[in-house]
């Protein structure tokens, strides 16, 4: 391989980004998705831009997901299997999807909420599958990935399986389809970015994937070969003869015989399910604790705030109180599990784990109040969190008619100061 692992992942990151940006010809995707498993019923019952055309197997239909189960996958693209699989775990489960690409991963949230499917139940989280992953370690039932794991450079796919592993929990599954390389495949193909970015010059042999899984603790490891003609990508294009991936377009897998590409895929890889479990042990067999979201940050499920918001002091809010007209400002008080011990006297309680969700709502109820003040424990968090969506929804709509304020240093700071005030602050 004469590229660094720098340039593939710069190289998969623009090509994908690219495909989320354009989207895809739906017939072509349509195609694709039929001949690697999916029925037209399923393709229904998401919108027409989750499936890109980017898939080589449908693992939801292999993964046997429950109702109430958490589930992971690595790679979402538009979101085509997560939104599959959140019908499947139903409200009482989560699911995940993973992918370095901001295009993605914004395209996926657009798809999500088109179908009413909302954080924590449905979350998408921009994130490198070469670096730890954002989730709890033992919370995912099952982890499923469609045509990614060829893509990582060589290093990245055995940290990936490790980290699987962790955030598996014992007795967890693990449900893959991806591209595997027949035999070793040749010099010409692995330096060919076009082929790497397509899905097959980063594939490794059957051998060292059942290696790297059973080095990440996975046992029961089952690799099938699924028979589908890799060419059907190239086969269904529908304009043109140079095929559908040029390097900087991307999609798997590359066109047989184009211009760029010299050599037939069904000859060098195919796509297989691969199947592993994550062993249990005696101690967690007997251990039914699991995590409400198995995100690490539950924030990250949710755009990154666009505005910055200015602070205002206790002093001040405390003298609005006192001397202002209550149509001139409300407090939000954005806390949740901390939510006792008191609080600003007449304070909105507006939890910020679902603040992004209930937006459309806030900004109906305060968008005449001209400082909407927001607090949490330090305000330091949460606080200058929602206070960004809602500043930022406000300069999306044009509206200039209310403003987000931050309560400096939030309710510690306003306890210290006001705490023993009955008529600035409210015991719970
Ligand atoms: C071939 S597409 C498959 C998308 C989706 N699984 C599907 O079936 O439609 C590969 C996806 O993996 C993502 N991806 C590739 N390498 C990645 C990496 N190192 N970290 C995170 N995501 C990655 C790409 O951005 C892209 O969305």
Same mark, same amino acid.
């Given at each position: 391989?004469?590229?660094?692992?720098?340039?593939?992942?710069?190289?998969?990151?623009?090509?994908?980004?690219?495909?989320?940006?354009?989207?895809?010809?739906?017939?072509?995707?349509?195609t694709?998705a039929?001949?690697?498993?999916?029925?037209?019923e399923?393709?229904?019952?998401?919108?027409?831009?989750?499936?890109l055309?980017?898939?080589?197997g449908?693992?939801?239909?292999?993964?046997?997901?429950?109702?109430?189960?958490y589930?992971?996958?690595?790679?979402?693209?538009?979101?085509?299997d997560?939104?599959?699989?959140?019908?499947? &775990? #139903?409200?009482t489960?989560? %699911? +995940?999807?993973? =992918?370095?690409?901001?295009?993605?991963?914004?395209? !996926?949230?657009?798809?999500?909420?088109?179908?009413?499917?909302?954080p924590?139940?449905?979350?998408?989280?921009?994130a490198?599958?070469?670096?730890?992953?954002?989730?709890?370690?033992?919370?995912?039932?099952?982890?499923?990935?469609?045509?990614?794991?060829?893509l990582?450079?060589?290093?990245?796919?055995?940290?990936?399986?490790?980290?699987?592993?962790?955030v598996?929990?014992?007795g967890?599954r693990?449900?893959?389809?991806?591209?595997?390389?027949?035999?070793?495949l040749?010099?010409?193909?692995?330096?060919?970015?076009a082929?790497? &970015? #397509?899905?097959?010059?980063? %594939? +490794?042999?059957l =051998?060292?994937?059942k290696?790297i899984?059973?080095q !990440?603790?996975f046992?029961?490891?089952?690799?099938?070969d699924?028979?589908?003609?890799?060419?059907?990508y190239?086969?269904?294009e529908?304009?043109?003869?140079?095929?559908?991936?040029?390097?900087?377009?991307g999609?798997?897998?590359?066109?047989?015989?184009s211009?760029k590409s010299?050599?037939?895929a069904?000859?060098?890889?195919?796509?297989?399910?691969?199947?592993?479990?994550?062993?249990?042990?005696?101690?967690?067999?007997?251990?039914?604790?699991?995590?409400?979201n198995?995100?690490?940050?539950?924030?990250?499920?949710?755009?990154?705030?666009?505005?910055?918001v200015?602070e +205002?002091s206790?002093e001040?809010?405390?003298?609005?109180m006192?001397?202002?007209?209550?149509?001139?400002?409300?407090?939000?008080d954005?806390?949740?599990?901390d939510?006792?011990?008191?609080?600003?006297?007449?304070?909105?309680?507006?939890?910020?784990q679902?603040?992004?969700?209930?937006?459309?709502k806030?900004?109906?109820?305060?968008?005449?109040?001209?400082?909407?003040?927001?607090?949490?424990?330090?305000?330091?968090?949460?606080?200058?969190?929602?206070a960004?969506?809602?500043?930022?929804?406000?300069?999306?709509?044009?509206?200039?008619?209310?403003?987000?304020?931050?309560?400096?240093?939030g309710?510690?700071?306003?306890?210290?100061?006001?705490g023993?005030?009955?008529d600035?602050?409210?015991?719970d």
């Open positions: 391989m004469v590229h660094s692992d720098r340039v593939l992942l710069e190289a998969v990151h623009d090509a994908y980004s690219a495909k989320a940006r354009e989207g895809v010809d739906v017939k072509y995707a349509n694709v039929s001949a690697f498993g999916y029925t037209a399923e393709l229904r019952s998401i919108p027409l831009e989750a499936n055309g980017l898939s080589c449908n693992p939801v239909a292999s993964a046997t997901i429950k109702q109430g189960e589930v992971l996958d690595l790679g979402s693209g538009g979101g085509i997560v939104l599959l699989a959140a019908s499947k &775990v #139903g409200r489960g989560q %699911a +995940i999807g993973l =992918d370095m690409s901001a295009d993605m991963i914004a395209l !996926a949230r657009r798809n999500a909420a088109k179908q009413n499917l909302t924590p139940q449905v979350c998408f989280v921009q490198a599958l070469t670096e730890p992953l954002p989730l709890v370690s033992d919370s995912i039932d099952c982890i499923m990935s469609n045509c990614v794991v060829n990582l450079p060589t290093l990245g796919k055995a940290v990936l399986m490790k980290e699987a592993a962790r598996l929990r014992p967890g693990l449900v893959f389809h991806d591209i595997i390389a027949k035999q070793p040749s010099l010409e193909i692995t330096n060919d970015l082929a790497y &970015v #397509g899905c097959i010059a980063g %594939a +490794i042999t =051998d060292q994937y290696a899984l059973s !990440a603790g046992r029961d490891i089952l690799l099938v699924t028979e589908t003609d890799i060419n059907v190239s086969l269904s529908t304009s043109g003869s140079e095929g559908c991936c040029p390097p900087t377009s999609c798997c897998a590359p066109p047989v015989q211009s010299k050599f037939n069904n000859a060098w890889v195919a796509s297989y399910q691969v199947y592993a479990v994550k062993p249990e042990d005696e101690e967690s067999a007997v251990s039914t604790d699991r995590p409400s198995a995100l690490q940050r539950w924030w990250d499920a949710f755009p990154l705030a666009q505005a910055n200015p +205002i206790a001040k809010v405390a003298n609005l006192m001397n202002g007209s209550p149509e001139e400002f409300a407090v939000i954005v806390r949740r599990d939510y006792q011990g008191g609080h600003v006297n007449g304070s909105h309680h507006w939890p910020a679902t603040f992004y969700n209930e937006l459309p806030f900004v109906d109820t305060f968008d005449r109040t001209p400082k909407v003040i927001f607090y949490c424990g330090s305000s330091t968090g949460r606080g200058p969190r929602c960004g969506w809602y500043q930022g929804r406000l300069q999306e709509m044009g509206l200039k008619t209310s403003s987000a304020l931050v309560l400096r240093g309710f510690k700071a306003w306890r210290a100061m006001y023993g005030r009955s600035l602050t409210a015991a």
